[in-house]
Every structure is written in structure tokens, then in C-alpha cells.
């Protein structure tokens, strides 16, 4: 027994260690990979940042490089901090101040002593950089807006967070990603591929040379520039529409589905939201939870469509042959309905057709053509199926799957929808509302700018788009493809033949443009807000959508203005003059871009917030701005004009 | 005749291939660790592994010179061999060199010599002669002090000189002793005390004697063999004194640094911030050196391919650390490798010690496969962070000119003996 004490040891030890490599090597051992030796330094070359142009091959988003002096505190040698100082244009206090920041935050690893550096400071002190150990220059490249519009279509691009990280291990700490806009759509096309070089280092964290002589770097591929359809100049002329007003313009081509314009307003300067400012600027407008300068309308603001519906319900109801264009319909101011009543702006004992019926947007007219179409087969519930399968086929009450970043669904009611409301019986009365585009219908701006381009098409549409062309690619076949709605071609002829005498004889009439057919439709929509925890209703939004030429439809476009009292006194005219200045190229309605110019909303949207009662509607007066601020605005008609020529 | 002009040549070939295998794969790895840039010049004496090449070729000088020597000889000058070695190590005192805190080396020229490696070889060859001697009864107490103190001696010294690794090796005597028949309440008692010592480390004194109660109640209604009350008591008061013990020394005599070593392989430290800064400081090479291990997986990363080895990550690689090389450059295959060679290898030479026919041979055959079993132990059980660090090399791996001598004057000294057992007849 004594001889084999040794032996079992040793042949225990044996096991035991064999089974610890075991556990160590096999067990516990992930696959080794180079990306988390930490033996190995992973440098990323960054490539450059795809442009993004407009429609007309206007620069809009280059690059700028920027300059950030990094140290790493335990690399510093004693040096000459006068010079240095002086260099950086810092005083010593702060220099004292930031190197023990870096030093507390970590010894060894390198952390930002002075950020942004000009071009100018930059070349002077590379020259001297060599004397100052533990220091040195990190090239960055930051976005470069060559205009000031556009915040909300552009976007911007920031450093990504944890959860971007998480989902795509593509990013590290640091990189810049887009957040908002194409920057956050288009982000891999524009941010192309970062190379990465392996370099072996050793336990101080020194570099010793590349890793197998480089064999696993890569080179960086470039981003992509893209080119979007957005026109630059009418963007501009959009946006400055819309200065000292709330809502959302779009603008889309009915031929293609490329946006024209996407406007929401009020916006901001892309430009400060690049640089040292960024954070700063950003929680301002991330906080100013009032006017909400980050909320894209155009694309996320969820409206009750008002007048313009009643051109849906039109459609649907020659679709249905529950009527026909000629029949008529009286209008007693109004239409009563059980022992309820809906009130109408028309003359008691009007006689409306389908074309007057658009023309003087009668609330009767509607209601009739509403009840007929959830009435045809004696079952509402089945009616607004029907009613609601053909509203959805023009895009609305659904994402429209486009390739804008933000967007909602809206929505457009249906059985199972007012399920939860009515349960058990359900008649077309209930919903009464939905006929004059109240009640449950919810529209995004973008939608209804869609649903003209779709009447303008005489029933098919594109689905709206921002992206035009990308460097060597084609584009996605979703936007290619016209989408038909349920709609036969015929059916449209009436309705724009109604929107047509809207600029004629109708609602519109003060907003006509000389030698263009312009169809367009007016709509007022009651609004509520809670002010203390009571409903209270504010001024009507102006809402106006339209389409022109009538034969060979350039433009269609959908104009919100929140609390703009009726159709056609701010979104009518705001309408008008893009598509003038859109198909003219200029501005023959200058009496209607002074009104615009000159008249601000702001003492309607302070109402809500003063705390005091408030009268709206027929009580509100006009706000001129002030001449400081019609000056500015002049200036900026002047420069955008001037810059198309 | 036939049998006399061979006799030369009838050396246990398979101890010397494992040995060559060892000391060539060694220098492999020290050459892996200790390279630095693109060329290679393989003589290059400012670099480790140009030394240690140099170093191997001196061996196979050595080697011819030890089997030259008449086996006889080292039972004869066992003794002579062990004062001289005693001297060495006294000399230190006088003349050492101190690095790294411990005054083990002299320093002749350009080059060092680490007396205490030699040590390990000497007392084994006086223990061997003590033991084999006639008049030595190692179940009598008195010869039982005598062999303790020939080991104590020289592992008092190297404690001296603040080299704790190699004081611990004098604890594979142990295993020595206990073959060639010391009473098996030392084997009893030892493995109690160090029980006691760890559960007391790690649990507190406190509750390690109260488990000892218990222990002692249990085994008093459970076991057939009944202990006398007195007896049971007296076993419990030693469990209490150690326990105490333990802690007292632990707290009172250790170093900090020990402390710590032991604390961290307990788990004993929870302050977070402790920790990290142990992490930093002498945790540092472990968690370094089982991070490399980890990174190798099965195959590993290839000769001179480690990332961490090549970034030197692990500081004293070449030396007592050089198995984390193995561990990343050629995975659990190279490394598992080096593992069943230490085994075979020390198999080997305890079939062939238990083999001799003369006691002096076989005594000292156990203390050759003693003596590398620890080292083996110790070493790789510590860069795997098994056991609490402790700096001793691992026995032909590592780099170092006295280390590989001495263990190749320990291992063919052996070689030499079992080549001459059949004339022992």
C-alpha cells in the first residue's frame, strides 16, 4: 500500500489537471475570436459619409472634418503648458481642470481634452503636436449642412447608445449613426463600411506592430451619396410659408410618389445640431414639449381629415352605384338624423349634386351619400366593411411601408373596430360623423397628400417616397409599382370635376392662379384639447388638399394648419402658392404670399397655455408680425428667390 | 563479457526520451515567450531563449560526465555532496545576489547560479544514504528527528534567503519517508491538519471547531470503531488549537502578500475595490496567464502565433509561467500533452526506483519522482489558479540555466543508479 501513495497522486494530479484544462480550453473557452482578443488593438478606419443632393442635384449634407486633442493622462510628460496653453487657447486653470477630469475618468485610456478645434488652430498645432507626449489629434468627421432646411427630411446623425449597440454589433462606442430623417433611413447606405486593422499590443497596452503583418485588415468602403426627391427651392419656399404656424405640409408627385416637399413646421436649423452644441441644442428642442420642434407633423401628426374625406365617400359611393353624380340631394342647413341634427354652411332647400355637393362641401350631401353606402345591403355592419375595405385602399388608416423614418398609421374605422363601441346594434346613424371626415377617421398629412395623388391618377397611386436615386443602385420595387385602388377610373371624373369648381365657384374660389386648372379641396376640422382636465375646443385647423394641372397632374398636395380657423384662410392659400410656384416656377398670387408672410398664428397657439378663458373660432383676430420679423422673412423669400436664379 | 561492454549503454532510454521531450518542447515556448520582433537569431545570448540553447548544450556535457561517474560514488559522497551544499547555501548570506526579494543567487561574471536548486538534489541524496544506512530504523523516533532535520536544514535556509517556493518542495520528502515506512499517523495527522487549515481559512475558526463537534458526535453514534471519551476530547481540542492556530499564523506570521494569495485563492476577499487592485497587482500574471490558457481552445493558436504571448501579457512567461504558452499556442492538445509526459515521466522513474535492489537507490528514486511531482503540482496547478500562487519553476520547461542543470544532475544521477542495479546483485 505504502509504494502506491505517490502513484495515486500523481495519477490524480494527472486527471485533475487534464480536467482543468479541460474546463479552461474546451468548456469555458468561447471560439476564439480576434475581435474579443484584447490583446489585439481593433483600429476602425471610418470611410467618408455618403452626400444626399436634392432632385435638382443641389448639395445638401456634405461632410466637415473636425478635430479633437485626445490624452492619455499616463503618457504625459512634463511639458511646456504655457505653449500648449496658448496653443489651444485654454487658460492653465482649465488645462489643470481637464487633465485631472481625463486622469479620474481613466489613466490609461485616451479621453478628449479639447473638442472641435478649427481648421485653423488644427494646422498650427500639428506642427508642435510632437512635443507633447500623451497627446495628440483624433481626426472626426462631422455632417456639413449646405443649407438650413429641411431639419425634419434630413435628419441627423449622433453617437449611438447601448441599445444600438446591442442590436447591431456592427457599431462601437462612439460611432456616429443616423437618428432622425433620411440620415436614420438611408444609414446604411450613407455610412458605408468601416475598415479595421489588427494591431498586436502588448500588457502596457503599446502597440508592437500590425497583426500578422495586417493579413486580416480591411479597407473602408465609402458611403453611398443618395439623391432625394425632395425640391430643395420649394422646400424652402414651403417652409418659409409656415414660419409663425404649426402643421404639416407634403407635397408628392402623382406620377412617381417622389415627395416634392416635406414640410413641418414650426422646424429648426439642422446646423445646430452639429458640433459642440449638439447636446445642448438638442434637449432644447427635445424639451420644448409646446410647440414640439421634433415632432415631424408631415408625417406623425394624426388629424381628423375634415372636408377633403368627403371626397373618399364620393368615390365610394358611385363604386357602390348607390348613387349617381346627377341625383340630388337637399339641403335644409343641415340634415336631421333620428331626433339629432348636423348643421351645414348651405342656404335651406339647396339642391346639390355630387359636383355642387364638393363645390359648397355640404355636410347633407355627405351625410345622405354616408348612410347610403353603410345602408345598400340593409346591414351597416356589413356597409362599413365595404366602406372601410375602399378607404383603405387608397394608403390610408395603415403605415404606407415607405422609407421616411417616422410615420403613423391613422385610422379608418371598421365592424370590429366599433365592436367595443356598439356591440349589439349597430346603424349607420351611429357613425354619421365619418361622412364629413370627423368622428373616427384619423389621417396623417402624408396620407392625405397620397390619397389626392391617387385621385389625381384617376385611382392608382406610388407609394410616397424620399429617395430618388442611390450611387449605382436601383430603387426598391415598392416605389415603382403602382398600387390600384378599389376604385374604377370613371368614378373619378365627377369628384374632380367637383374639386375643380371648388377653385372656381366653390370654397375656394378667392385662391384661384391664373392658367392653371388647380383641383383642390377645403376642409375645417373641430379640434379639442384637455386644459385642466376639461375638453376644451380650440380653434379649427385650416386643412386644404389639392392637385394640379387637372389634365397631367404635376402635384398633389395635403396642407394642415393647427387652428387655422377654415380651409381656405391659411392651408388654401399655403397650397396655392406651392403649386404655383412648383408649375410656374414663380409667383403671379403675390397678394396671397404677403397675407402668408405677414400674418402669425402664435396668438392662437397661446391661448391653451395663458391659463385664461379664451374665445375661439368667429372670435379670433389676426396676428400681423412684427416688422423686424417681416423682414427677415422678406430677406428670405429674396435669397430663395434669388438662388433660383 | 557481452554484458560488461554494454553496460554503458543500458540506460533506461524511455526516462531519457520523456526528459528530452521535455527540456525540446520547453524551449519551444521559451523561445515563443521571449522572442521579440520579426528575425530570429537563435544564438542570440542577450535573449532568453539563446541562453537556454546554450544552456541544453551544456547539459549533454553534463550528462555524459554524470554517467560516467562510477554509480558508487554517489553513495559515497552523498554526504560530503550535501555539506558542500549546505555551504553554498549558508554562503549566500555572504556573497548572494538578491532579485526579485530573494538572495538565492551568486553572481560569477555574467552569469547567476541558484544554489538551492542543487540543494533539492544533495538532500535527496542524504536522506537516500541516511535511510539506506543499517543502523537507521525509521519507525524509531530518534532517526525520525534525524531525517527531519537533514530535510529542515537546507529548507530553512532557502526560507532564510525569502525564497518560500522552494522551502515548500522540502514537503515532497514526506512522501519519501512515508514509502520507506514512517508510521502512518503522520499521513493521518497531516491530511487532518491541512483539512482543517483550509475549512478554518475559509470558514473562520469558530465554525470549523464547531464542525469538528459535530464531526466527532457523528462518528461517536455512526461508527462501529468507538473512540474513548478522552480521546475524542483530546482530537477536539487539537481541531481548536489548529483552528486558532491557523488563523493566528495566518494573520500574525504570513506576509501581506501571502495573505493575499491565499485569500484570493479561498475567495475570502468580497470588498469589490480589494479586488480589482488584487487584479492589478499579483493577480495579475494568474488571471493573465488562465486568460491565455482559455484563448488557446483545443488546437491553439499555433506556434509563435499567441496573441498574449507574443503582446507578453504574462509577465515571467519564460520562467515560472512558460505552461501558459503551451496552454495558448498549442491548445488543449499541446498542453494536456505536456501533462501526460510529467505523468509518464514520473511513473516511469517510480516503477524503476521501486525496481532497485539497493535501498539507497530506491530511496533516492523516490525523491527524484518526489521532488519533480511537486514542482509539477505546484507549477501548473498555480498557472491554471488551482493553488495559490507560489513561484517555482516547472522541472525542464522553464528558463533558467540552474534549474535545468540541477534537475538534470537530480534525474540522470538516478539514471546512472538504475543502470547499475544489475551488478548489484
Redesign the interface.
Given at each position: 500500500m505504502r509504494q502506491f501513495l505517490l502513484f495515486i497522486f500523481i495519477i490524480a494530479v494527472g486527471i485533475l489537471f487534464l480536467s482543468r484544462l479541460f474546463y479552461l480550453q474546451i468548456y469555458d473557452s468561447n471560439n476564439y475570436s480576434l475581435f474579443e482578443d484584447n490583446a489585439i488593438r481593433k483600429v476602425y478606419d471610418y470611410p467618408k459619409r455618403g452626400f444626399v443632393y436634392d432632385r435638382n442635384g443641389n448639395l445638401l449634407v456634405a461632410n466637415q472634418p473636425s478635430y479633437d486633442v485626445m490624452v492619455i493622462p499616463r503618457e504625459v510628460e512634463p511639458l511646456d503648458t504655457l505653449e500648449f496653453c496658448s496653443l489651444l487657447k485654454i487658460d492653465k486653470e482649465q488645462f489643470i481642470k481637464k487633465y485631472h477630469k481625463a486622469k479620474r475618468y481613466s489613466p490609461r485610456l485616451p479621453s478628449v481634452f479639447v473638442s472641435h478645434l478649427s481648421k485653423e488652430d488644427y494646422a498650427v498645432l500639428q506642427e508642435k503636436m510632437r512635443k507633447f507626449d500623451g497627446f495628440y489629434i483624433q481626426k472626426r468627421s462631422l455632417r456639413d449642412y449646405e443649407t438650413t432646411i429641411g431639419a425634419n427630411v434630413l435628419g441627423d446623425i449622433g453617437e449611438v447608445n447601448n441599445s444600438d449597440i446591442n442590436r447591431d454589433p456592427y457599431y462601437k462606442m462612439g460611432d456616429l449613426k443616423g437618428k432622425q430623417g433620411v440620415e436614420a433611413s438611408y444609414e446604411n447606405t450613407l455610412r458605408g463600411v468601416k475598415g479595421i486593422k489588427f494591431i498586436q499590443k502588448d500588457r502596457f497596452n503599446r502597440n508592437i506592430g500590425p497583426y500578422k503583418d495586417g493579413k486580416y485588415d480591411t479597407i473602408p468602403e465609402q458611403g453611398k451619396d443618395i439623391t432625394i426627391t425632395i425640391d430643395a427651392e420649394l422646400q424652402a419656399y414651403g417652409e418659409l410659408l409656415m414660419q409663425n404656424k404649426r402643421g404639416g405640409v407634403i407635397a408628392i408627385e402623382p406620377a412617381t410618389g417622389e415627395i416634392l416637399a416635406m414640410v413641418a413646421a414650426p422646424t429648426y436649423d439642422p446646423n445646430i445640431l452639429v458640433g459642440r452644441d449638439r447636446s445642448k441644442n438638442f434637449t432644447k428642442l427635445y424639451n420644448d414639449s409646446i410647440a414640439k420642434p421634433l415632432f415631424n407633423r408631415s408625417l406623425q401628426g394624426v388629424y381628423e381629415p375634415g372636408s377633403p374625406f368627403k371626397l373618399m365617400n364620393a368615390l365610394i359611393a358611385l363604386q357602390e352605384g348607390v348613387l349617381t353624380p346627377d341625383e340630388t340631394v337637399t339641403c335644409y342647413a343641415g340634415y336631421k338624423y333620428g331626433n339629432r341634427f348636423m348643421k351645414c354652411h348651405c342656404n335651406r332647400g339647396t339642391r346639390n349634386n355630387m359636383i355642387t355637393g364638393i363645390q359648397r362641401s355640404c355636410n347633407a350631401y355627405f351625410a345622405t351619400t354616408y348612410r347610403k353606402i353603410l345602408d345598400k345591403n340593409g346591414s351597416s355592419s356589413d356597409g362599413i366593411d365595404i366602406w372601410s375595405k375602399h378607404a383603405q385602399s387608397f394608403g390610408l388608416g395603415n403605415f404606407l411601408n415607405n422609407d421616411l423614418f417616422v410615420g403613423q398609421k391613422g385610422r379608418i374605422p371598421d365592424r370590429a373596430y366599433y365592436k367595443r363601441i356598439y356591440p349589439k346594434t349597430f346603424y349607420s346613424t351611429y357613425t354619421i360623423s365619418n361622412a364629413i371626415g370627423q368622428g373616427e377617421v384619423a389621417t396623417t398629412p402624408i396620407q392625405l397628400a397620397n390619397m389626392i395623388a391617387a385621385i389625381a391618377n384617376r385611382g392608382h397611386y406610388f407609394t410616397p417616397h424620399i429617395i430618388k436615386n442611390i450611387e449605382g443602385q436601383s430603387l426598391p420595387k415598392q416605389f415603382t409599382k403602382a398600387k390600384y385602388t378599389t376604385i374604377d377610373k370613371p368614378h373619378f371624373e365627377p369628384v374632380i370635376e367637383g374639386m375643380l369648381q371648388v377653385y372656381r365657384k366653390g370654397t375656394a374660389a378667392s385662391l384661384q392662379v391664373k392658367d392653371i386648372d388647380i383641383c383642390g379641396k377645403t376642409g375645417t376640422v373641430e379640434n379639442f384639447a384637455i386644459i385642466d382636465s376639461l375638453r376644451t375646443q380650440l380653434t379649427d385647423h385650416s386643412i386644404f388638399v389639392a392637385f394640379a394641372p387637372k389634365d397631367d397632374p404635376k402635384i398633389a398636395i395635403a396642407v394642415f394648419v393647427e387652428n387655422g380657423y377654415w380651409g381656405s384662410r391659411f392651408a388654401g392659400k399655403v397650397a396655392s402658392l406651392l403649386i404655383e410656384r412648383h408649375i410656374k416656377g414663380y409667383i403671379t398670387r403675390k397678394d396671397l404670399e404677403e397675407w402668408l408672410l405677414k400674418h402669425s398664428l402664435e396668438n392662437e397657439y397661446a391661448k391653451p397655455q395663458s391659463g385664461k378663458p379664451f374665445k375661439i373660432n368667429g372670435y379670433t383676430s389676426f396676428q400681423i408680425v412684427e416688422e423686424q420679423e417681416y423682414y427677415r422673412l422678406k430677406k428670405e423669400l429674396n435669397r430663395i428667390n434669388k438662388a433660383k436664379n | 563479457m557481452v554484458r560488461n561492454t554494454n553496460r554503458h549503454f543500458k540506460f533506461d532510454w524511455i526516462t531519457v526520451i520523456l526528459f528530452f521531450l521535455l527540456v525540446g518542447f520547453g524551449w519551444l515556448n521559451i523561445l515563443s515567450a521571449s522572442h521579440t520582433g520579426n528575425t530570429i537569431n537563435y544564438f542570440d545570448l542577450s535573449q532568453p531563449f539563446g541562453k537556454q540553447l546554450i544552456f541544453i548544450f551544456l547539459t549533454f556535457g553534463l550528462i555524459i560526465l554524470l554517467l560516467a561517474i562510477d554509480a558508487k560514488f554517489y553513495e559515497r559522497f552523498s554526504s560530503v555532496i550535501y555539506i558542500i551544499s549546505m555551504l553554498s547555501l549558508v554562503g549566500l548570506f555572504l556573497f548572494g545576489k538578491t532579485v526579485n526579494g530573494a538572495t538565492s543567487w551568486y553572481a560569477i561574471g555574467g552569469m547567476t547560479l541558484q544554489p538551492s536548486e542543487f540543494a533539492k538534489t544533495a538532500t535527496a541524496l542524504a536522506v537516500a544514504k541516511y535511510i539506506s544506512d543499517l543502523n537507521t530504523n525509521i519507525n524509531s523516533f530518534k532517526d525520525q528527528i534525524r531525517t527531519f532535520v537533514i530535510i529542515i536544514i537546507p529548507a530553512i535556509l532557502v526560507l532564510l534567503q525569502n525564497d518560500t517556493g522552494s522551502t515548500i518542495v522540502y514537503a515532497a520528502f514526506f512522501?519519501v519517508l512515508?514509502?520507506e515506512?514512517l508510521p502512518k499517523y503522520y499521513?493521518t495527522i497531516g491530511v487532518y491538519i491541512i483539512l482543517l487549515s483550509i475549512i478554518s481559512l475559509k470558514f473562520g475558526p469558530t465554525k470549523t471547531s464547531i464542525l469538528a463537534l459535530l464531526f466527532l458526535i457523528g462518528f461517536h453514534f455512526l461508527s462501529k470503531k468507538k473512540l474513548k471519551i478522552f480521546q475524542s476530547i483530546l482530537i477536539l481540542l487539537v481541531a481548536i488549537a489548529v483552528s486558532f492556530g491557523v488563523k493566528f499564523f495566518y494573520q500574525s506570521i504570513l506576509q501581506p502578500h501571502q495573505q493575499d494569495r491565499i485569500s484570493l485563492w479561498l475567495r475570502l476577499e468580497k470588498d469589490p475595490q480589494k479586488l480589482e487592485q488584487m487584479k492589478r497587482t499579483f493577480a495579475y500574471n494568474l488571471n493573465?496567464s488562465?486568460k491565455a490558457?482559455?484563448?488557446?481552445?483545443?488546437a491553439g493558436?499555433g506556434f509563435m502565433e499567441g496573441?498574449?504571448t507574443?503582446?507578453?501579457?504574462?509577465?515571467e512567461q519564460h520562467t515560472d509561467y512558460i505552461f501558459s504558452t503551451v496552454?495558448e499556442e498549442w491548445?488543449?492538445l499541446g498542453?494536456?500533452s505536456v501533462?501526460?509526459l510529467?505523468?509518464l515521466l514520473?511513473?516511469r522513474i517510480?516503477h524503476l526506483a521501486?525496481l532497485q535492489k539497493s535501498q539507497f537507490s530506491r530511496v533516492y528514486g523516490?525523491g527524484v519522482?518526489?521532488i519533480i511531482?511537486i514542482h509539477?503540482?505546484i507549477n501548473?496547478?498555480m498557472v491554471?489558479g488551482?493553488i495559490p500562487t507560489i513561484g517555482i519553476p516547472l522541472p525542464m520547461f522553464s528558463y533558467g540555466g540552474s534549474g535545468l542543470w540541477a534537475f538534470t544532475i537530480l534525474i540522470f544521477i538516478f539514471v546512472k543508479l538504475d543502470s547499475n542495479r544489475i551488478n548489484e546483485w
Amino acid at each position: 500500500m505504502r509504494q502506491f501513495l505517490l502513484f495515486i497522486f500523481i495519477i490524480a494530479v494527472g486527471i485533475l489537471f487534464l480536467s482543468r484544462l479541460f474546463y479552461l480550453q474546451i468548456y469555458d473557452s468561447n471560439n476564439y475570436s480576434l475581435f474579443e482578443d484584447n490583446a489585439i488593438r481593433k483600429v476602425y478606419d471610418y470611410p467618408k459619409r455618403g452626400f444626399v443632393y436634392d432632385r435638382n442635384g443641389n448639395l445638401l449634407v456634405a461632410n466637415q472634418p473636425s478635430y479633437d486633442v485626445m490624452v492619455i493622462p499616463r503618457e504625459v510628460e512634463p511639458l511646456d503648458t504655457l505653449e500648449f496653453c496658448s496653443l489651444l487657447k485654454i487658460d492653465k486653470e482649465q488645462f489643470i481642470k481637464k487633465y485631472h477630469k481625463a486622469k479620474r475618468y481613466s489613466p490609461r485610456l485616451p479621453s478628449v481634452f479639447v473638442s472641435h478645434l478649427s481648421k485653423e488652430d488644427y494646422a498650427v498645432l500639428q506642427e508642435k503636436m510632437r512635443k507633447f507626449d500623451g497627446f495628440y489629434i483624433q481626426k472626426r468627421s462631422l455632417r456639413d449642412y449646405e443649407t438650413t432646411i429641411g431639419a425634419n427630411v434630413l435628419g441627423d446623425i449622433g453617437e449611438v447608445n447601448n441599445s444600438d449597440i446591442n442590436r447591431d454589433p456592427y457599431y462601437k462606442m462612439g460611432d456616429l449613426k443616423g437618428k432622425q430623417g433620411v440620415e436614420a433611413s438611408y444609414e446604411n447606405t450613407l455610412r458605408g463600411v468601416k475598415g479595421i486593422k489588427f494591431i498586436q499590443k502588448d500588457r502596457f497596452n503599446r502597440n508592437i506592430g500590425p497583426y500578422k503583418d495586417g493579413k486580416y485588415d480591411t479597407i473602408p468602403e465609402q458611403g453611398k451619396d443618395i439623391t432625394i426627391t425632395i425640391d430643395a427651392e420649394l422646400q424652402a419656399y414651403g417652409e418659409l410659408l409656415m414660419q409663425n404656424k404649426r402643421g404639416g405640409v407634403i407635397a408628392i408627385e402623382p406620377a412617381t410618389g417622389e415627395i416634392l416637399a416635406m414640410v413641418a413646421a414650426p422646424t429648426y436649423d439642422p446646423n445646430i445640431l452639429v458640433g459642440r452644441d449638439r447636446s445642448k441644442n438638442f434637449t432644447k428642442l427635445y424639451n420644448d414639449s409646446i410647440a414640439k420642434p421634433l415632432f415631424n407633423r408631415s408625417l406623425q401628426g394624426v388629424y381628423e381629415p375634415g372636408s377633403p374625406f368627403k371626397l373618399m365617400n364620393a368615390l365610394i359611393a358611385l363604386q357602390e352605384g348607390v348613387l349617381t353624380p346627377d341625383e340630388t340631394v337637399t339641403c335644409y342647413a343641415g340634415y336631421k338624423y333620428g331626433n339629432r341634427f348636423m348643421k351645414c354652411h348651405c342656404n335651406r332647400g339647396t339642391r346639390n349634386n355630387m359636383i355642387t355637393g364638393i363645390q359648397r362641401s355640404c355636410n347633407a350631401y355627405f351625410a345622405t351619400t354616408y348612410r347610403k353606402i353603410l345602408d345598400k345591403n340593409g346591414s351597416s355592419s356589413d356597409g362599413i366593411d365595404i366602406w372601410s375595405k375602399h378607404a383603405q385602399s387608397f394608403g390610408l388608416g395603415n403605415f404606407l411601408n415607405n422609407d421616411l423614418f417616422v410615420g403613423q398609421k391613422g385610422r379608418i374605422p371598421d365592424r370590429a373596430y366599433y365592436k367595443r363601441i356598439y356591440p349589439k346594434t349597430f346603424y349607420s346613424t351611429y357613425t354619421i360623423s365619418n361622412a364629413i371626415g370627423q368622428g373616427e377617421v384619423a389621417t396623417t398629412p402624408i396620407q392625405l397628400a397620397n390619397m389626392i395623388a391617387a385621385i389625381a391618377n384617376r385611382g392608382h397611386y406610388f407609394t410616397p417616397h424620399i429617395i430618388k436615386n442611390i450611387e449605382g443602385q436601383s430603387l426598391p420595387k415598392q416605389f415603382t409599382k403602382a398600387k390600384y385602388t378599389t376604385i374604377d377610373k370613371p368614378h373619378f371624373e365627377p369628384v374632380i370635376e367637383g374639386m375643380l369648381q371648388v377653385y372656381r365657384k366653390g370654397t375656394a374660389a378667392s385662391l384661384q392662379v391664373k392658367d392653371i386648372d388647380i383641383c383642390g379641396k377645403t376642409g375645417t376640422v373641430e379640434n379639442f384639447a384637455i386644459i385642466d382636465s376639461l375638453r376644451t375646443q380650440l380653434t379649427d385647423h385650416s386643412i386644404f388638399v389639392a392637385f394640379a394641372p387637372k389634365d397631367d397632374p404635376k402635384i398633389a398636395i395635403a396642407v394642415f394648419v393647427e387652428n387655422g380657423y377654415w380651409g381656405s384662410r391659411f392651408a388654401g392659400k399655403v397650397a396655392s402658392l406651392l403649386i404655383e410656384r412648383h408649375i410656374k416656377g414663380y409667383i403671379t398670387r403675390k397678394d396671397l404670399e404677403e397675407w402668408l408672410l405677414k400674418h402669425s398664428l402664435e396668438n392662437e397657439y397661446a391661448k391653451p397655455q395663458s391659463g385664461k378663458p379664451f374665445k375661439i373660432n368667429g372670435y379670433t383676430s389676426f396676428q400681423i408680425v412684427e416688422e423686424q420679423e417681416y423682414y427677415r422673412l422678406k430677406k428670405e423669400l429674396n435669397r430663395i428667390n434669388k438662388a433660383k436664379n | 563479457m557481452v554484458r560488461n561492454t554494454n553496460r554503458h549503454f543500458k540506460f533506461d532510454w524511455i526516462t531519457v526520451i520523456l526528459f528530452f521531450l521535455l527540456v525540446g518542447f520547453g524551449w519551444l515556448n521559451i523561445l515563443s515567450a521571449s522572442h521579440t520582433g520579426n528575425t530570429i537569431n537563435y544564438f542570440d545570448l542577450s535573449q532568453p531563449f539563446g541562453k537556454q540553447l546554450i544552456f541544453i548544450f551544456l547539459t549533454f556535457g553534463l550528462i555524459i560526465l554524470l554517467l560516467a561517474i562510477d554509480a558508487k560514488f554517489y553513495e559515497r559522497f552523498s554526504s560530503v555532496i550535501y555539506i558542500i551544499s549546505m555551504l553554498s547555501l549558508v554562503g549566500l548570506f555572504l556573497f548572494g545576489k538578491t532579485v526579485n526579494g530573494a538572495t538565492s543567487w551568486y553572481a560569477i561574471g555574467g552569469m547567476t547560479l541558484q544554489p538551492s536548486e542543487f540543494a533539492k538534489t544533495a538532500t535527496a541524496l542524504a536522506v537516500a544514504k541516511y535511510i539506506s544506512d543499517l543502523n537507521t530504523n525509521i519507525n524509531s523516533f530518534k532517526d525520525q528527528i534525524r531525517t527531519f532535520v537533514i530535510i529542515i536544514i537546507p529548507a530553512i535556509l532557502v526560507l532564510l534567503q525569502n525564497d518560500t517556493g522552494s522551502t515548500i518542495v522540502y514537503a515532497a520528502f514526506f512522501f519519501v519517508l512515508y514509502r520507506e515506512g514512517l508510521p502512518k499517523y503522520y499521513l493521518t495527522i497531516g491530511v487532518y491538519i491541512i483539512l482543517l487549515s483550509i475549512i478554518s481559512l475559509k470558514f473562520g475558526p469558530t465554525k470549523t471547531s464547531i464542525l469538528a463537534l459535530l464531526f466527532l458526535i457523528g462518528f461517536h453514534f455512526l461508527s462501529k470503531k468507538k473512540l474513548k471519551i478522552f480521546q475524542s476530547i483530546l482530537i477536539l481540542l487539537v481541531a481548536i488549537a489548529v483552528s486558532f492556530g491557523v488563523k493566528f499564523f495566518y494573520q500574525s506570521i504570513l506576509q501581506p502578500h501571502q495573505q493575499d494569495r491565499i485569500s484570493l485563492w479561498l475567495r475570502l476577499e468580497k470588498d469589490p475595490q480589494k479586488l480589482e487592485q488584487m487584479k492589478r497587482t499579483f493577480a495579475y500574471n494568474l488571471n493573465e496567464s488562465e486568460k491565455a490558457i482559455s484563448s488557446g481552445g483545443f488546437a491553439g493558436k499555433g506556434f509563435m502565433e499567441g496573441t498574449r504571448t507574443t503582446g507578453k501579457f504574462v509577465p515571467e512567461q519564460h520562467t515560472d509561467y512558460i505552461f501558459s504558452t503551451v496552454g495558448e499556442e498549442w491548445g488543449f492538445l499541446g498542453s494536456a500533452s505536456v501533462v501526460v509526459l510529467f505523468v509518464l515521466l514520473l511513473i516511469r522513474i517510480l516503477h524503476l526506483a521501486e525496481l532497485q535492489k539497493s535501498q539507497f537507490s530506491r530511496v533516492y528514486g523516490y525523491g527524484v519522482a518526489s521532488i519533480i511531482f511537486i514542482h509539477f503540482f505546484i507549477n501548473i496547478g498555480m498557472v491554471m489558479g488551482l493553488i495559490p500562487t507560489i513561484g517555482i519553476p516547472l522541472p525542464m520547461f522553464s528558463y533558467g540555466g540552474s534549474g535545468l542543470w540541477a534537475f538534470t544532475i537530480l534525474i540522470f544521477i538516478f539514471v546512472k543508479l538504475d543502470s547499475n542495479r544489475i551488478n548489484e546483485w
